[in-house]
């Protein structure tokens, strides 16, 4: 079965300027989610949604961050305008369960983002 | 707050070596435990999970068991080999929404 798909893979920019992502999860799956993870720590959650709705985004940081599901597939998240400390790694990852819950996530490659 | 800390890395080991990276979770209720590894260049991918006290998870050669008393969930495995090379994260689930929370990650290093 195809994976999470992410692109694009590898994003420089300037601060200030802005930037998207694009997640294609796998094929039927309810729930989606966006990582973030900087060099050196642990993924951490920015959003979670439940086909189109959004479960959780209290770690997102809604000034310049903002992410959709339209129809409940594929997913895009922006940051508008980027900071430094927004280099990273975004992960997108996908589960089944519509509930959520000790659901096995599925994890694409991510999109290394440095922002200069 | 939920949290997992994880032993620092690097590990550097010899190929058939006893591999141990420690584990602990903080939590309220009764959380769902999980190992995850990222190969280089690839995805993170389940490793292994247990759901409730005294459950192991095993996969590839690799077990952890769920303490609650120590709240921990040590990774081991008998005799690691090269291809066991990558980071690998502990995390949890407050079974609310199934979200994970990360540790910082173990880079393991294992050379022939």
């Known amino acids: 079965e195809a994976g999470v798909a992410q692109s694009p893979r590898y994003k420089i920019i300037e601060k200030r300027q802005s930037v998207a992502f694009w997640c294609n999860p796998i094929?039927?799956?309810?729930?989606l989610y966006w990582y973030q993870q900087i060099l050196g720590q642990g993924p951490k959650l920015l959003i979670q949604?439940?086909?189109?709705?959004?479960?959780?985004d209290s770690q997102l940081p809604k000034d310049r961050f903002s992410a959709e599901r339209l129809k409940g597939v594929d997913s895009t998240l922006k940051i508008q305008p980027a900071k430094l400390e927004d280099s990273a790694v975004y992960l997108c990852?996908?589960?089944?369960?519509?509930?959520?819950?000790?659901?096995?996530?599925?994890f694409g490659s991510g999109t290394q983002l440095s922002v200069l | 707050g939920n949290s997992v800390t994880q032993m620092e890395g690097p590990v550097t080991l010899s190929e058939e070596a006893f591999l141990t990276i420690n584990c602990t979770y903080t939590?309220?209720?009764?959380?769902?435990l999980f190992w995850y590894v990222q190969y280089p260049g690839e995805g993170l991918q389940l490793l292994l999970k247990?759901?409730?006290?005294?459950d192991k998870g095993s996969n590839k050669g690799f077990e952890a068991t769920y303490r609650k008393e120590t709240t921990s969930f040590h990774l081991e495995k008998g005799s690691v080999q090269v291809s066991d090379s990558a980071v690998y994260f502990c995390a949890l689930s407050d079974n609310q929404g199934g979200k994970l929370i990360f540790g910082q990650g173990t880079e393991l290093s294992v050379k022939p």
């Open positions: 939590a309220t209720g009764y959380p769902s």
């Open positions: 949604f439940q086909n189109n709705g959004v479960v959780d």
């Open positions: 094929s039927g799956h309810a729930t």
């Open positions: 990852a996908s589960s089944l369960d519509r509930q959520g819950n000790n659901e096995k996530l599925f």
């Open positions: 247990a759901t409730k006290a005294d």
